[in-house]
């Protein structure tokens, strides 16, 4: 707890989370965790303890955003708040989605099964195709988890920023729109570029995107 306190007051508390999955004991919420993903993707090969750490140790890999970084581990733990968990704490009186008012609100819902986000999806997946001029197609375990590929990096990147666009439309009550999460894509590969060319890296970012013809 001291040092949750430490993390959280100096904040920089996706650090102290990766240095804490780091160490070479599993943390003793990793299992929980573990047997609440299965449920959630009803994988056909279910997701072991390795993998949920790995999933964990991707993160910085993936985006040099604090508040992605933040949200992705956020998401790993599952500890983002839905209207499920408002109406079981009785802040609200309806469970259901934000988006549809139809199914209930859970995290993969409204990230994933929710009609309004899967358009976003559909789009996206469409817009990848014709931006790299390859049928790349993704698992929901890989769009939620992660892609433990060093040249896969730009897509969890990528799935990173849609799901945290989808989750703050869902706290901002509106609807999700693509052409809104495109320019927010292209906004931070802008940011990206300027940060590497900056810090003399701009070889690193070029090779990340590479897959992709223009943006």
């Known amino acids: 707890i001291n040092n949750f306190t430490k993390a959280t007051s100096k904040q920089k508390m996706s650090k102290f989370i990766y240095e804490e999955i780091s160490k070479t004991d599993t943390p003793q919420f990793i299992p929980k965790l573990v047997e609440k993903w299965n449920i959630d993707l009803n994988l056909a090969s279910p997701l072991q303890t390795t993998d ?4 964990f140790k991707i993160v910085p890999k993936s985006t040099i955003s604090p508040k992605h970084r933040d949200f992705q581990l956020r998401l790993l733990h599952r500890i983002l708040v839905t209207n499920k968990n408002l109406k079981l704490w009785k802040i609200k009186d309806s469970e259901k989605c934000t988006f549809c008012k139809e199914g ?4 993969h ?5 929710c009609i309004h986000s899967r358009r976003i999806w ?3 997946f469409e817009w990848i195709k014709n931006k790299t001029d390859s049928n790349i197609t993704f698992s929901e375990q890989e769009i939620f988890l992660g892609i433990n590929f060093e040249n896969m990096m730009v897509f969890n990147c990528i799935f990173i920023i849609s799901k945290q666009y989808l989750y703050a439309c869902r706290c901002l009550n509106s609807s999700p729109n693509f052409t809104q999460l495109l320019a927010k894509l292209l906004y931070y590969q802008n940011v990206e570029k300027y940060i590497a060319t900056k810090n003399n890296k701009l070889q690193i970012h070029e090779n990340k995107w590479s897959i992709f013809k223009e943006l």
Do not use: G, Q
């Open 122 to 124: 559909t789009a996206l």
């Open 109 to 113: 819902h409204i990230l994933w099964d």
């Open 104 to 107: 209930v609100e859970t995290i």
């Open 52 to 55: 949920l750490e790995t999933s």
